[in-house]
């Protein structure tokens, strides 16, 4: 019943913007950590960037200084502003939640379905 949903992907030129998000809803549990990963044809799936309850933030390598995350609060979204988008930085766009269980390892993690983006001329 815990939905995270994706929006904003499409098709952008490279070296374009992107702005994703991803809006949570159907629980009564606060994420203590919201993220992106992304999951190119024939990869693996990588950390894009995370914010916690607190604001704090973490990047990926690839897209530091690049990628901003933010979330809204009020909300209950959590968004991804890319620029300078490379034709490698296509693939599915997954946003994450986490949620404290009281078992190992402590942590519950609910996904989004994704959302394409494209990065091509």
């Known amino acids: 019943q815990v939905q995270l949903v994706e929006s904003g992907g499409g098709l952008v030129q490279p070296g374009g913007s992107l702005r994703l998000s991803c809006a949570a809803s159907g629980t009564i549990f606060r994420f203590y950590i919201m993220g992106w990963y992304r999951q190119g044809p024939g990869k693996q799936r990588e950390l894009v960037a995370t914010?916690?309850?607190?604001?704090?933030?973490n990047y990926g390598d690839s897209v530091k200084g690049r990628f901003t995350i933010s979330k809204d609060n009020a909300e209950n979204t959590v968004y991804l502003q890319m620029n300078s988008l490379k034709p490698e930085e296509t693939a599915v766009y997954y946003c994450?939640?986490?949620?404290?269980?009281?078992?190992?390892?402590?942590?519950?993690?609910?996904w989004g379905q994704g959302t394409q983006v494209t990065v091509s001329s």
């Open positions: 994450n939640g986490k949620v404290g269980v009281s078992t190992p390892p402590y942590s519950y993690d609910y």
């Open positions: 914010i916690t309850r607190g604001g704090s933030t």
